[in-house]
């Protein structure tokens, strides 16, 4: 049941797909330690190093037969409703980052035709780390309309090894494949949206660090995840220039949260979601967040996924109960407030700007139960 649009805005229904072991493997630090020294290049000596520079065990790419658009069908398989009149009133919202601007947009045409949609009804972005903060940002706006779609669908696809170099050591053992979907709706139950932000700016001049592009693309012979030498376009990354300035917008992102779940009940403190961009700079930003609000639990999805890009906070809303349960001391309950912070690649100015968001949600379960519909782990 979809609600009134007088209900408040509420996230259901989360999928994720990251560990089907049919259309995903695994890459773990031993094979990365490998790619990175491919071509005789200087990389990870062994999956020690490799775990030490990223804070990361394992991460998946895509198995050798799956593409992105069977992601994309699954996810719809899920969530799409089977009802011709629900189906119309259903809008499909598609984060798909990528070197190429076209990538998005080219995945979502071909979703159109598979699965028979009103062209109308689907919008894809190229979007990065911020991906699903723009999408939910999407929503907000399509379900503020004085005639509204009855449910928005948000789907996170991230294939970051069909654009990336394998053997480049600053981005290859950091990033991995995902996929993750849910509905955003007007109901009473679910994930609640009290507030949300997202923006880009450029960066200011910073004398300790050396002025040159936070990311490129360039089109250069590479190496592929399964070994390839291969001619693709590439994303290259500034690393410290990224650890620095994504510290500071996710600490700036943190403040301003904190400003506004302050003024909202709950039963415990709340618990942050934050983006995971790579070990090192998860650490530094908790040691940082953790002087103004020690007890605030932050949850980290890291180790066994890595960076999935736009599909990182979905992936840990889906499996928000499992996560709370292993990593605090808290557990799912009526009244949670979560706060979600990204900040990462402007792909429309990857070179001089970042992008930064948070929201703030908060959990409403039925007859405050938990609900098997939110958080209880991946489907």
């Known amino acids: 049941m979809s609600g009134s649009p007088e209900s408040p805005i509420t996230l259901q229904q989360f999928t994720d797909l990251t560990d089907r072991d049919d259309l995903f493997e695994t890459l773990p630090n031993e094979r990365i330690s490998q790619l990175s020294r491919s071509d005789g290049r200087v990389g990870f000596s062994n999956s020690a190093h490799v775990l030490k520079a990223t804070g990361i065990t394992s991460r998946r790419m895509l198995r050798q037969t799956v593409t992105a658009d069977d992601l994309v069908d699954e996810l719809l398989n899920v969530l799409l409703p089977a009802s011709n009149h629900l189906r119309d009133r259903t809008t499909i919202l598609l984060a798909h980052s990528h070197c190429s601007d076209t990538a998005a947009r080219d995945l979502a045409l071909r979703a159109i035709a598979q699965h028979g949609l ?56 950091l990033v991995g494949a995902a996929a993750t979907g849910c509905v955003v709706l007007h109901s009473e139950t679910g994930l609640k949206l009290h507030s949300l932000h997202t923006g880009t700016a450029a960066l200011l001049p910073t004398p300790h660090l050396v002025n040159k592009p936070l990311f490129t693309r360039d089109q250069t012979q590479a190496i592929s995840f399964r070994g390839e030498m291969i001619r693709r376009t590439v994303m290259r990354m500034y690393g410290e220039g990224v650890y620095v300035h994504g510290i500071e917008r996710l600490l700036n992102e943190l403040h301003s949260a904190a400003d506004a779940v302050r003024k909202i009940p709950g039963p415990q403190p709340p618990v942050i979601v934050p983006h995971q961009p790579g070990g090192k700079l998860l650490r530094a930003f908790r040691a940082v967040a953790r002087q103004s609000y020690p007890d605030w639990p932050i949850l980290n999805h890291l180790p066994n996924r890595g960076n999935t890009i736009s599909a990182t906070i979905p992936a840990q809303l889906a499996n928000l109960a499992t996560l709370m349960s292993e990593q605090t001391a808290l557990q799912l309950t009526h009244g949670q407030r979560i706060i979600l912070l990204a900040a990462g690649i402007d792909m429309q100015r990857p070179a001089d700007h970042l992008r930064s968001g948070r929201a703030i949600l908060q959990y409403h379960a039925v007859d405050s139960d938990v609900s098997a519909a939110v958080g209880q782990g991946s489907h």
């Not at 948000?154 to 170099?165: A, I, K, R």
């Open 118 to 173: 009103q062209e109308s009804r689907i919008s894809a972005f190229n979007t990065g780390c911020t991906g699903f903060l723009q999408l939910l940002q999407q929503a907000q706006a399509l379900l503020a309309q004085p005639q509204p779609p009855a449910r928005v669908l948000l789907l996170n696809v991230e294939t970051p090894e069909t654009w990336h170099c394998a053997a480049d050591r600053q981005f290859c053992g």
